[in-house]
């Protein structure tokens, strides 16, 4: 799996867009950019995944680069509850998770 | 259709004893992950299984963890002899067989089992 780069912590006001940004330089021609977050202690969610395009769903929206070697997560309006931990992944989909030590972000009232 | 379901919930043990954590994967699920979350720690991966197959076990220690998915009934994770290291959170993830065009690398997590060993 490529090795993926995130700010350790960011805080963001509730209500607004919360960009969490990832680096994955060294990714592969067949590798995707999954999303996870873990709220404190429950089980990890999956949040969205890309491989080229951009994607968006009811949760968030996947900005990749053209080159594809950085990706940006966007809550387009964060809410308290969103405040957890982010972990951008980068793998072949048949392969296991492996989980970094993400981005925790914190939404302030 | 239920989630992933692991139990119990929280398992109380004390040194020298055997745990057992159970994980039954989302229906039509084929493919049962098993991760550990130590306190104030990330998630790290243990094992891999298919129906009764182990299909990477990189993650798991040497020594007194075995981990099994039957052709029937959950899986289990094992872990003989326990020691207060072994304290931490078990996630169990699930997801269906890579085969099909609607397969999308998703795993789907379980809330965990958490494991206090006195």
């Known amino acids: 799996d490529a090795k993926t780069t995130q700010p350790p912590s960011m805080d963001c006001a509730e209500g607004r867009a919360a960009n969490l940004p990832c680096n994955h330089s060294?990714?592969?021609?067949?590798?995707?950019v999954y999303w996870y977050r873990q709220i404190h202690s429950q089980g990890p969610q999956y949040i969205i995944h890309?491989?080229?395009n951009n994607e968006t769903n009811e949760m968030a929206s996947l900005i990749i680069t053209e080159d594809r070697k950085s990706s940006t997560l966007i809550l387009p309006h964060a809410t308290l509850r969103d405040t957890a931990v982010y972990y951008c992944?980068?793998?072949?989909?048949?392969?296991?998770?492996?989980f970094g030590t993400g981005t925790r972000l914190q939404v302030f009232p | 259709n239920a989630g992933v379901m692991q139990n119990p919930r929280h398992l109380v043990r004390r040194r020298g004893q055997e745990a057992r954590l159970r994980c039954s994967p989302m229906?039509?699920?084929?493919?049962v992950y098993w991760y550990r979350q130590l306190p104030e720690e990330g998630l790290k991966f243990m094992v891999y299984?298919?129906?009764?197959?182990?299909?990477?076990e990189s993650g798991m220690p040497k020594e007194r963890f075995s981990a099994e998915f039957p052709k029937e009934g959950p899986s289990i994770l094992r872990i003989q002899q326990v020691v207060r290291g072994d304290s931490a959170a078990y996630f169990c993830?699930?997801?269906?067989?890579?085969?099909?065009?609607?397969?999308?690398?998703?795993?789907?997590f379980g809330e965990g089992s958490r494991l206090t060993v006195l």
């Open positions: 993830a699930s997801s269906p067989p890579f085969s099909g065009g609607a397969y999308t690398g998703e795993l789907f």
């Open positions: 060294t990714i592969s021609g067949n590798e995707y």
């Open positions: 890309g491989l080229k």
């Open positions: 992944i980068v793998r072949r989909n048949t392969d296991k998770l492996i």
């Open positions: 229906k039509g699920h084929s493919h």
């Open positions: 299984l298919q129906k009764e197959n182990i299909i990477d």
